[in-house]
């Protein structure tokens, strides 16, 4: 009875060994193929597999500048899920029935330079010239049935500006369904690019590799939040006085703060060449709710004020 016991517990501990070995060399591998195309640093929180179900669930995947940028997140991803055909590998094809991707943010840097973190993508950056040239290596056939992606938010930061960077947040809470994606390139290109169309930012170089990928999106309801509206609000466990503080000091470095009231919790200010206005509306002791307006020539910014929430944010941690 012992005998099997001891070997009950050591199957038992081995497929649990299995298991670790099997989640750890998915997720470097799902890294070093997605570092292999974009050409920036790219990390998998955590992974989970299940083989009855042919789903996988991945976690906190994060993609990082290329180098010429500032150290920090370009891609963030916080929670993924497929559906897998596994018996499409035997005949050397990835084919996944569905893709569902959580989009929380992109973070768009433009450096000292004038260069872009999202056109210096390396699937983004090489001249079609250049890849006629380099002898195309061989890749496993992929074929994506359904791609949904849903969009949170587009952060852009501009350091080619002098002084503090120029930060704009677009909410753009959006979700989008496209259909037939046949290669990692044409789904990175999707990732990238989506967002930034939504948040209606023009002229960018990646935008032209989304457009070879030929990729359908499928009709869907959608509608941008901030197209509407020239402001940001949120509540914060805080006091007054120490919103007002925070807000100061967000203002102050995002722009020029033409007057304050203390008192009335209103603070004006000029940023990025829009009229700005914090507004503080204390809800209880250790509760505070912050509204911030920005409009430029009478039409609203609300990329502008979400910027400035985001600035007051980072004031806070």
């Known amino acids: 009875m012992q005998k099997k016991i001891k070997i009950i517990i050591l199957a038992v501990v081995l497929l649990f060994g299995f298991c670790l070995v099997r989640d750890f060399f998915i997720k470097s591998l799902i890294g070093t193929v997605a570092t292999n195309i974009t050409g920036a640093p790219t990390r998998v929180g955590g992974l989970s597999l299940s083989i009855i179900k042919q789903s996988v669930k991945i976690t906190n995947f994060r993609m990082y500048n290329p180098k010429g940028f500032p150290r920090g997140i370009l891609v ?60 195309p290596a061989k890749q496993m056939a992929m074929q994506i049935d359904i791609v949904n992606l849903e969009m949170g938010r587009v952060i852009s930061k501009d350091y080619s500006v002098a002084g503090q960077p120029v930060v704009k947040v677009y909410d753009i809470n959006l979700s989008k369904t496209y259909k037939n994606i046949t ?45 509407a509206k020239d402001h940001a609000q949120e ?83």
């Open 76 to 135: 963030d991803i916080p929670r993924m899920s497929v559906s897998c055909n596994l018996g499409a590998l035997i005949t050397g094809k990835i084919h996944l029935r569905e893709l569902v991707l959580h989009i929380k943010e992109i973070i768009m840097v433009k450096n000292k330079e004038g260069k872009l973190n999202v056109d210096s993508l390396k699937f983004a950056s090489e001249k079609s010239e250049e890849k006629k040239k380099k002898k």
């Open 183 to 227: 290669s990692a390139q044409q789904l990175a290109a999707l990732i990238i690019s989506e967002p930034l169309k939504a948040a209606g930012i023009q002229g960018l170089q990646v935008y032209g590799v989304s457009m070879l990928a030929g990729v359908a999106a499928l009709p869907v309801m959608a509608a941008f939040t901030f197209a």
């Open 235 to 317: 509540t914060f466990g805080i006091t007054v006085e120490r919103a007002y503080e925070a807000g100061l000091r967000a203002i102050k470095i995002a722009g020029k703060v033409k007057g304050e009231n203390r008192d009335s919790g209103v603070i004006n200010a000029e940023v990025d060449g829009a009229s700005v206005t914090l507004r503080l509306k204390k809800l209880t002791e250790r509760s505070t709710q912050v509204t911030i307006s920005a409009r430029k020539f009478g039409f609203p910014q609300a990329e502008i004020a979400s910027g400035v929430m985001y600035r007051l944010k980072e004031q806070l941690k």
